[in-house]
């Protein structure tokens, strides 16, 4: 039985296999009954579009089903009962968890409980390792991972996406550029491992300072919530908005992805430049998560 609760329970041999796996599922190389007759249990603690729609999605094209709660207030949770005790209970009724949960830590003390393979869908500011999977696959669509010069832009403390993929990236001699609110920047002890890991991390005030030198942009949400006030926000939220002007100096090949959704730190005139990667990305979560789907469950 294995779970999937950190992107770094994986070696570099296995992502590579997992994405080379997801690459001829998109071929549409792939055993429509492969899951016939498996059950993913779906418990969402937290809203979500694409990584909840994309996991069902997988399980139905490989011939399996879905199960969920619906939310919080609609299953036993709301009653007092613990997430333990609901994952003791889920894994009777399914072969698979998937799970996203507001709370750092959820997803791995779920599977400290569970019965049945764990996937982490996201859990509070910790990990979203099938997005970074996606995220990996989008970039090799478009350029060898490999020694890339990489941009992550946005809440970087909080944020689950940039936290997995920049441990991903260190597999891969990749070179980070971080670009980020005050207050809102990688982890101390983030940071710390990948330096250890022999990255190079490199700060910036502004993305014009970096825009010319790197192959990847990773834009990400800045929640307004962390702000003190809406003035406060939309004094830094310019500075982290990416624009046709701003890429204007970008190099050619350069792309431009989003875990999604966005608010307004991507200008909607972006989408259709040629560097705009975020909707592929999106779509590429089925094919992913269908390998990671099997991998699980066969
Ligand atoms: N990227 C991502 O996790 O999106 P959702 O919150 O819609 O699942």
């Not at 809440?155 to 990749?174: K, P």
């Amino acid at each position: 039985m294995r779970h999937i609760i950190s992107i770094g329970d994986f070696d570099r041999k296995e992502i590579d296999h997992l994405l080379d796996h997801a690459g001829q599922i998109d071929k549409r190389k792939y055993d429509e009954n492969a899951l016939r007759g498996k059950i993913l249990a779906v418990l969402f603690f937290e809203p979500s579009t694409r990584t909840r729609m994309s996991f069902e999605s997988a399980m139905a094209r490989l011939g399996g089903t879905s199960v969920s709660v619906g939310s919080v207030e609609a299953c036993s949770i709301a009653k007092g009962e613990t997430l333990a005790d609901t994952v003791r209970v889920v894994s009777g009724y399914a072969d698979a968890i998937v799970i996203r949960h507001p709370k750092e830590g959820a997803a791995r003390l779920a599977a400290e409980f569970a019965t049945v393979p764990v996937i982490n869908a996201g859990d509070g500011a910790g990990q979203h390792p099938s997005q970074t999977l996606l995220d990996l696959y989008t970039i090799r669509e478009s350029m060898p991972i490999d020694g890339i010069d990489i941009a992550l832009v946005g809440d970087l403390r909080y944020g689950r996406t940039a936290h997995s993929l920049a441990f991903a990236l260190s597999l891969y001699n990749a070179r980070l550029h971080t670009i980020s609110p005050k207050g809102l920047e990688l982890p101390v002890n983030l940071a710390a491992g990948l330096k250890e890991r022999g990255m190079e991390i490199i700060e910036h005030d502004d993305i014009s300072e970096v825009i010319d030198a790197v192959d990847v942009l990773y834009v990400t949400r800045i929640q307004r919530e962390r702000f003190p006030d809406s003035a406060s926000y939309f004094n830094v939220s310019s500075n982290y908005r990416i624009t046709p002007e701003l890429l204007t100096r970008a190099k050619k090949h350069l792309i431009v992805l989003h875990p999604l959704p966005r608010l307004d730190e991507i200008d909607p005139r972006v989408d259709k430049s040629s560097h705009a990667r975020y909707f592929e990305q999106s779509g590429n979560g089925v094919p992913v998560r269908m390998a990671m789907l099997m991998q699980v469950l066969q």
